[in-house]
């Protein structure tokens, strides 16, 4: 089976679906030390650990993979540094030669209370990316709570001094919700003066899982144009989001737009069984999509699970979706389709062709910035 199996594009004659896979998300536990109020992911008291074995896997499919393109190893969780930092160690091996000849890199997520000398020292080694997950200062960062329902705030920011202590820059993910989406000046100055942040992104709070209010398409108009007007009075912040659609302005003015097909993002759990296109899919199960299992990578290469996925109901409709998108869609070449996850967690199947997040994350921001250039624009 060949990509152009899984599906094409109509209207570009391109895949729908990669055929080769340029981030890898890694599980090393499920469990998290934290108990956020908007967490909808399962299995979050699990305790279970990744093997040496699955990681061996792992790498192994990466280096069968035909691609010049490095991939991100993510280490994901839950919380990865619950993992004994020995057993993490022993995880990064079978990935070593691969990073030494410039084939992978490792990146991690996690919410830095536990980050200490020796996790430095890992990370240092072994020059990982490191993203910091922090809603804000205070009250703006209520929802990170612990299992004791105590605010998190204050380890996390112990946590980020260490990294900057021992010459670690990082990312920041930042979940805006309804509490906290008119506070744009507020987040730019708390992430404009945290010692060693190089960058934010900011993840409008999506519908996954538990039903919550969620942001309204005006509130994030607001947000994303207060964003835009810091960043032409000169804030040095750099803005994730505002620098993915600056990259693309540019690329259009030189004719250089990507038009790659989507992603489709393996999503490896401790126990080696994949997902694919949306790591929240992990540990979710639907009486119409079953658990959206691809394989496990300890019987069959990552690879190969891919180059068979159009036999996947959940990837067949998510390309039907796509096609739906570009013939239809006036931001599909910014967007390329959205999250695959959202139109499940918002619609209950993958072929609604607009979600949430197209609204809040992708239209809510190119409206934004577009009426900064053309003085009639909307609301502030």
């Known amino acids: 089976m060949t990509v ?14 990669a055929g080769t896979f340029h981030t890898l998300v890694l599980q090393p536990t499920s469990f998290c030390n934290l108990d956020c109020s908007y967490c909808y992911l399962p299995d979050r008291r699990s305790r279970q650990l990744m093997s040496v074995s699955v990681a061996t896997a792992c790498a192994r499919s990466i280096e069968q993979q ?25 995880l990064l091996a079978p990935f070593e030669a691969l990073r030494r000849a410039g084939r992978v890199r490792h990146e991690v997520q996690t919410n830095a209370t536990l980050m200490n000398e020796r996790w430095c020292d890992l990370f240092a080694a072994y020059d ?29 920011i112990r946590g980020i001094r260490v990294l900057a202590e021992a010459s670690l820059p990082y990312s920041v993910i930042c979940v805006v919700t309804p509490e906290t989406i008119e506070h744009a000046h507020d987040l730019v100055e708390f992430f404009t003066a945290l010692p ?147 139109r499940y967690f918002e619609h209950g199947n993958f072929t609604a062709r607009e979600t949430g997040y197209c609204r809040t994350t992708r239209q809510a921001l190119i409206r934004a910035a577009a009426d900064h250039l053309t003085p009639q624009g909307g609301p502030s």
Not at 131 to 156: E, F, W
Not at 266 to 280: D, K, R, Y
Not at 287 to 297: K, Q, S
Request: overall charge negative; proline content about 6%; some cysteine.
């Open 128 to 156: 990982f990316e490191i993203g910091v997950s922090i809603d804000g200062p205070g009250m703006l960062n209520r929802n990170r709570l612990d299992r004791a329902g105590n605010a998190t705030t204050a380890r996390t």
């Open 196 to 342: 060693g942040c190089e960058s934010v992104g900011f993840n409008i709070e999506e519908q996954e899982g538990a039903a919550r209010t969620p942001v309204s398409e005006e509130a994030a108009y607001r947000f994303w144009s207060r964003l835009v007007r810091h960043r032409l009075a000169g804030s040095p912040l750099r803005i994730r989001d505002l620098d993915r659609l600056a990259d693309y302005l540019g690329a259009t003015r030189a004719g250089l737009t990507d038009h790659g097909p989507y992603e489709p993002i393996p999503t490896v759990a401790h126990a080696g069984q994949v997902v694919l296109l949306s790591p929240e899919l992990l540990g979710i199960k639907s009486p119409r999509y079953g658990d959206f299992i691809a394989g496990n990578v300890l019987g069959e290469a990552i690879g190969d699970m891919v180059a068979r996925a159009g036999e996947l109901r959940y990837v067949a409709e998510f390309v039907t979706a796509l096609n739906d998108c570009a013939d239809r869609c006036a931001f599909y070449d910014f967007c390329r389709g959205g999250q695959a996850g959202n």
């Open 66 to 90: 035909d691609s010049a393109h490095p991939v991100s190893v993510v280490w994901h969780g839950g919380e990865p540094t619950t993992t004994p930092i020995d057993v993490f160690q022993a």
């Open 4 to 17: 152009r199996d899984i599906g094409i594009i109509a209207t570009t004659g391109q895949p729908a679906i």
